[in-house]
C-alpha cells in the first residue's frame, strides 16, 4: 500500500501502482488536484485502486495522523502503509517531520516502510523518530531524502 502526500497530480502512486502496488491513498489538500487524480485513475482504469483525499497536511500533524489512520481502514488495516511519498511546499517543510512522527507512532507506516521525501536542497531535515536514513540526492536545488521506517516507538 501507498500513501502519496501533496499528492497532485498523483503521478507518483499511479506510477507505484504500474509497478506492483496493491492500492494508493493520494492526499491533497486542494480539490482540483483530487479530481485530476480521480480523472487519472479513470483514464488508466484503476479507480479501485486508487483513493483519493482532500486533506490539508498542513494543520495540526495529531489530527492529520487520526484522519490518515482512519484512512489505512479503507486499504487494508492488516497492510499499514510499505512506501510513502512526500512532496511538501518547501515553505512549509517544518511540518514534514511532525506528521512523519505522528504516522510512525499511530502505525499507519510499516516497519520497514521506505519514505521519499522531496525538499529543498538548503534544507537540512532532522527526524525525532525512528526514520533510518537510506540516501540523500541532490538535484540543483531540490533533494530527495530516502529514509526507512526503523521501528516502532513505545507508547
Known amino acids: ?19 506492483g502496488a ?10 482540483r488536484a483530487i479530481r485530476c487524480i480521480a480523472e487519472n485513475a479513470r483514464a488508466l482504469d484503476v ?20 484522519r490518515l489512520t482512519e484512512l489505512t481502514e479503507l486499504t ?3 497492510a499499514p502503509f510499505s512506501l510513502v511519498f512526500v ?21 499507519v507506516l510499516d516497519v520497514g516502510a521506505v519514505i521519499a521525501v522531496e525538499h529543498a536542497a538548503k534544507t537540512r531535515p532532522s527526524w525525532r523518530v525512528p526514520l533510518a536514513p537510506l540516501a540523500n540526492y541532490r538535484y540543483g536545488d531540490t533533494a530527495v ?4 521506517v526503523a521501528s516502532r516507538p513505545r507508547t
Open 145 to 148: 531524502t530516502l529514509l526507512q
Open 1 to 19: 500500500n501507498v500513501l502519496d502526500l501533496f499528492a497532485g497530480t498523483g503521478a507518483l502512486g499511479l506510477e507505484a501502482l504500474s509497478r
Open 87 to 107: 512532496d511538501a511546499p518547501y515553505a512549509c517543510f517544518d511540518a514534514v517531520p511532525p506528521l512523519l512522527e505522528h504516522l510512525v507512532a499511530h502505525a
Open 47 to 66: 479507480s479501485d485502486r486508487v483513493i483519493a483525499v482532500r486533506l490539508d497536511l498542513l494543520t495540526d500533524p495529531v489530527k492529520v495522523a487520526g
Open 76 to 78: 487494508d488495516r492488516r
Open 22 to 31: 496493491k492500492r494508493v491513498v493520494a492526499v491533497d489538500a486542494n480539490a
